[in-house]
């Protein structure tokens, strides 16, 4: 009977143990547990309720702004770049011998025609040898023309008569050579038109070929340029050109006169020719010359200010101010754009001709924001 008592008392003591501090740490963990899940949802409900709280308030503020409605026009694109006026008769006239400069007959600005003499060589010498043998032709001259009246009178021998017209005939060619040696020392205008720069001075030696005066003719001017490749298949001949000459005072719309197929490899660039045309005055070789060459056009274009196109990412889009009931609100509208110029930018999609769109106070606004409007 003791052992029976002993065994109930044990077993009461084993699970009093058994449901001690261990079983109550498990349960304290599972109450834990539920109450971290239940904050997190009321900490999002939470935040969802703020945020909703504050679209609403954004909403319900009004924001002043400014709005213009856009209409079809005609939208223009340009690139602008610049190059020099050239000469197509621009010549760097050289001497064909070398000599000391004795004279020179021309000013720089001075107008000159074709066939002028601008500057001679000293030919001193050459002169003492066409003299010299000058003299010596005259002298085979006269005992040719002995012999040949001998011969024809059948005195003589004929050696004699060879001879004196062989040595006549050689001198004549060797005073020809030398007439054309002199003739060498002089330098002639080319062409006519107007002294640019002399290069050479009096009494200063001049090389062969070397560049001596520069004769321009400014009949026939015309504006080259280098474009990069890219625009190679932009730009065609014909296309409209605004031409600004900034030191002549100068603005003259043209056309594209021709357009290279050819790219330089060193600089990745094709040349681009305008002519200039004939009555243009105050134009002159190497002036500076500003191209504003229109490469796209489109008469019915929709447009709109560029600065006030937001984009993110890809995504690009502006803000539509629309009149309902209530008034006016706003319209987030993803656009897509083309080209932009001078301060617009074309719309390709996303606007109708007629809406109004946000041009100003269009940094803070949101979609289906209440608006206080005026138009620009």
């Known amino acids: 009977m003791k052992k029976s008592k002993y065994a109930v008392l044990l077993g009461i ?44 308030s954004r909403i319900e503020k009004v924001m002043n702004v400014k709005i213009a409605q856009i ?50 060589l000293d030919r001193s010498i050459l002169e003492s040898s066409i003299t010299e043998l000058e003299g010596g032709l005259e002298l085979a001259k006269t005992i040719f023309e002995r012999q040949q009246r001998l011969w024809n009178k059948n005195i003589g021998s004929e050696i004699q008569y060879l001879q004196a017209k062989n040595n006549k005939e050689s001198l004549e060619r060797k005073l020809a050579t030398l007439q054309e040696q002199a003739e060498l ?13 002399v290069l050479i001075k009096e009494g200063e030696m001049a090389a062969a070929g070397m560049g001596a005066i520069r004769v321009v003719q400014l009949s026939n001017l015309k504006i080259k340029v280098d474009l990069s490749e890219v625009y190679i298949a932009k ?23 021709a357009v290279s197929q050819v790219i330089d490899p060193k600089d990745r660039t094709f040349q681009v020719e305008i002519k200039i045309p004939r009555g243009e005055t105050g134009i002159k070789p190497n002036m500076l010359a500003v191209l504003k060459i229109n490469d796209y056009s489109n008469s019915e274009a929709l447009t709109v200010p560029v600065n006030i196109i937001h984009e993110t990412g890809k995504e690009k889009f502006l803000f539509v101010a629309s009149l309902t009931n209530g008034g006016w609100i706003t319209e987030k509208r993803i656009v897509t754009t083309g080209k932009n110029y001078s301060g617009r930018v074309e719309i390709l999609s996303g606007l109708q001709d007629g809406e109004y769109v946000v041009t100003f106070g269009y940094q803070n606004l949101a979609d289906g924001q209440k608006l206080a409007v005026s138009d620009e």
């Open 185 to 197: 020392t002089r330098i002639y205008a080319p062409l006519s038109g107007t002294i640019d720069q």
């Open 13 to 56: 003591f084993l699970i009093f143990t058994a449901c001690g501090p261990k079983g109550e740490q498990a349960k304290l963990s599972k109450l834990e547990s539920k109450r971290d899940m239940l904050t997190e949802k009321i900490d999002a409900l939470k935040q969802k309720i703020a945020l909703e709280n504050k679209s609403a």
């Open 235 to 257: 730009v065609k001949k014909q296309d409209p050109v605004r031409v600004s000459i900034p030191v002549a005072g100068k603005e003259i719309d043209l056309k594209i006169d």
């Open 71 to 120: 209409e079809k026009n005609e939208f223009r694109h340009f690139i602008q770049v610049q190059g020099n006026v050239e000469s197509d008769n621009n010549i760097l006239v050289a001497p064909q011998s070398p000599g000391i400069v004795k004279k020179i007959y021309v000013t720089t600005g001075e107008a000159v025609k074709k066939g002028q003499l601008l500057a001679e």
